[in-house]
């Protein structure tokens, strides 16, 4: 199992967002520094390798009550 904390990378990748030629990704980028934190496993299955993944973010387009 591993644990990531997304935040320092998406820091290292803010400066290419300045760039004219990153302006078009704004929005992935955008989407991305609301990822909270990234989990994976890794398993073995009767001879198969299983793996799952999860991301940690708000929902999109929730309405605040």
């Not at 591993?2 to 967002?17: N, S």
């Not at 009767?46 to 999109?60: I, N, S």
């Amino acid at each position: 199992m591993i644990f990531l904390d997304p935040r320092p990378f998406v820091e290292k990748l803010m400066p290419l967002v300045a760039h004219d030629w990153a302006v078009a990704a704004h929005g992935p980028v955008e989407r991305l520094k609301q990822v909270r934190s990234v989990a994976a496993v890794v398993g073995f299955d009767h001879g198969k390798m299983r793996e799952t993944d999860f991301v940690a973010m708000p929902q999109m387009g929730a309405e605040k009550s």
